[in-house]
């Protein structure tokens, strides 16, 4: 029983590859299929955001950018604690083709472990909220 | 690439959460926080012998840690580490491209002329 890493889809789609670019990679483009409100900076390191009507967001960090054929970010792994640094990467690859383009989304990282360094921070933070709890009462009781 | 320990971590939060027991200790321990056999034995409808075993084979899986509690007691926490691991599994499942997908091409159909 593997621990899925890679998840893999390809698609037909029966537009030029810079059309699809547009729809993969501007504010425009990804409101219309993706998110609802969007803001990207398109490139490498640069930062975007999903927003969702359900109230749930996405921020994503370009990593690759070279039109028309790979566009890569990474996300926040669904259902992990905020701060928790371990980040899927979603690449889109864009081929032409005769139908227009063969477009290809991977995305991985599902089955990363923590680092080392990590997890015995983790483990320190499993006192995280008694502690966090503890020093609001001494902070409360100093104000006072 | 496969991670035998993340696999590992999963079978064993997914064989601790197929039992509704173990699944209402989990529970009374992540909405309560850290607390005795004996209180959980109070709260649940689960007899004190069960708890203790139960939260025996939790700690062996490491999905609770016994620490000491006032009065000498042991107290057990939930430990959140394994259940992030299969929240990662969760996740890949739950990973859902095909929709996105649709709607890309049924927005460039859309807008094609």
């Not at chain 1, 997890?119 to 009462?137: F, I, K, M, P």
Request: charged fraction near 25%; avoid cysteine; glycine fraction near 8%.
């Amino acid at each position: 029983m593997p621990f899925p890493d890679r998840i893999e889809r390809t698609v037909e789609i029966a537009h030029p590859p810079a059309k699809v670019w547009a729809a993969l990679t501007t504010a425009d483009g990804l409101s219309s299929w993706f998110g609802k409100e969007v803001a990207i900076d398109l490139r490498p390191g640069g930062l975007a955001s999903m927003r969702w009507d359900s109230g749930h967001t996405a921020d994503m960090r370009v990593e690759r950018v070279e039109e028309p054929t790979v566009f890569g970010f990474t996300w926040h792994i669904y259902g992990l604690p905020e701060g928790d640094p371990r980040r899927t990467y979603v690449e889109f690859t864009l081929e032409p083709a005769a139908a227009g383009t063969r477009l290809t989304v991977v995305e991985s990282g599902f089955a990363q472990l923590p680092e080392d360094g990590y997890r015995t921070a983790y483990d320190g933070n499993t006192q995280g909220w008694a502690s966090e709890l503890g020093e609001l009462v001494e902070y409360l009781d100093a104000a006072a | 690439m496969p991670q035998p320990d993340n696999e590992a971590t999963a079978e064993q939060v997914f064989a601790a959460l197929a039992d509704p027991s173990r699944r209402a200790i989990l529970a009374a321990l992540a909405s309560g926080g850290p607390t005795t056999a004996t209180d959980l034995a109070g709260r649940l409808p689960i007899t004190r012998q069960a708890i203790a075993k139960h939260l025996g084979l939790l700690a062996e899986a490491g999905l609770v840690t016994a620490e000491p509690g006032e009065r000498r007691r042991v107290r057990y926490r939930l430990r959140s580490a394994p259940m992030q691991v299969a929240q990662q599994f969760l996740a890949a499942m739950a990973r859902d491209w095909d929709s996105p997908l649709e709607a890309l091409k049924d927005h460039l159909d859309r807008g094609a002329r």
